[in-house]
């Protein structure tokens, strides 16, 4: 890797994790569900995939995911957070490669897949099928900011690239 | 340079997008089912992992529960459950709406603070439904 893809990984993942942190600041879009997020910072991931490539994608979503727990002084939710973006990165990676789907349904998936990963994490941190209930609310949801996103990540590799 | 542009041909919507949305769809459909319908009977409280109470919903009660990492505030009342305060950064348990209904859920993560509601249906589990 040399300098300058370095520091492009850099700029992104400090991106990613500024919006990650102002986001939890933003008050919940479902007051019921106040841990439903749109999930912002998915646009430098996705972004960063499409510009650099998977290792780069993967490696800001894991510092992302990390340091956004560690910064909003809750742990906690890095067990939530980097299972769920890694397999929602995953499934993103896949579906590009598939080259059969547009961006925003791609991303849209991505949003929807995170969303269930953490509601299986939180299954299993609390020992209980009930959270499942809330699943229904977690998909309509994902796929909504997720479609949001991409429309965010069609404009901004448009005009900007580093 | 690397500096090629992504690939965003493919934008807003493909004809195999379609197949994406019916299945959320149906996985939608099929969560349906799942959605809390049941009127709550009384309230399961864990802390740290292990059951610290049950309540009947029909009372009124305001209680601190203190775990290793912090406390909660659990207010009791008109047959919802909600918290009222907590000791925790994120806050997400205080602003969880009031709870009634069988199977929802407060969870208080960094505190391992556990509501769930259950049904009249779960009490017969127990008692072989002769209460």
């Known amino acids: 890797m040399n300098y300058k893809s370095l520091a492009k990984l850099i700029i992104l993942s400090t991106l990613a994790l500024i919006i990650g942190v102002i986001e939890s600041l933003i008050p919940p879009i479902l007051p019921f569900l106040p841990f439903v997020r749109i999930g912002l910072a998915n646009i430098v991931i996705i972004y960063a995939y499409l510009l650099l490539g998977s290792k780069q994608a993967y490696t800001i979503a894991i510092i992302k995911s990390i340091f956004t727990g560690l910064i909003l002084g809750n742990p906690i939710m890095i067990l939530y957070s980097l299972p769920s973006s890694l397999i929602s990165l995953t499934t993103i990676i896949l579906l590009f490669k598939a080259n059969k789907n547009s961006l925003c349904a791609i991303s849209s998936v991505g949003a929807v897949v995170h969303n269930l990963a953490q509601l299986v994490v939180a299954a299993i941190m609390t020992g209980t099928i009930a959270v499942v209930s809330y699943a229904p609310y977690f998909i309509i949801v994902g796929a909504i900011a997720g479609y949001v996103v991409g429309v965010l990540v069609l404009f901004l590799s448009k005009r900007v690239t580093i | ?131």
């Not at chain 2, 949305?21 to 709550?40: A, H, N």
């Not at chain 2, 950064?89 to 960094?110: L, M, W, Y």
């Open chain 2, 1 to 131: 340079m690397n500096t090629a542009k992504p690939n965003t041909k493919k934008g807003f919507f493909q004809k195999a997008d379609l197949l994406i949305y019916s299945i959320l769809l149906l996985l939608v459909l099929t969560t349906l089912g799942f959605l809390p319908k049941e009127k709550g009977a009384y309230a399961e409280i864990y802390s740290d992992g292990k059951l610290y109470g049950v309540y009947d919903l029909n009372t009124n009660a305001e209680m601190k529960i203190e775990g290793k990492e912090g406390y909660n505030v659990v207010v009791i009342a008109d047959s919802k459950v909600w918290v009222k305060e907590a000791s925790c950064p994120g806050q997400d348990c205080v602003r969880h709406k009031e709870i009634s209904k069988a199977n929802q859920t407060i969870i208080c993560t960094p505190n391992r603070l556990i509501i769930i509601i259950k049904g009249k249906s779960d009490i017969d589990a127990y008692t072989g439904g002769g209460l």
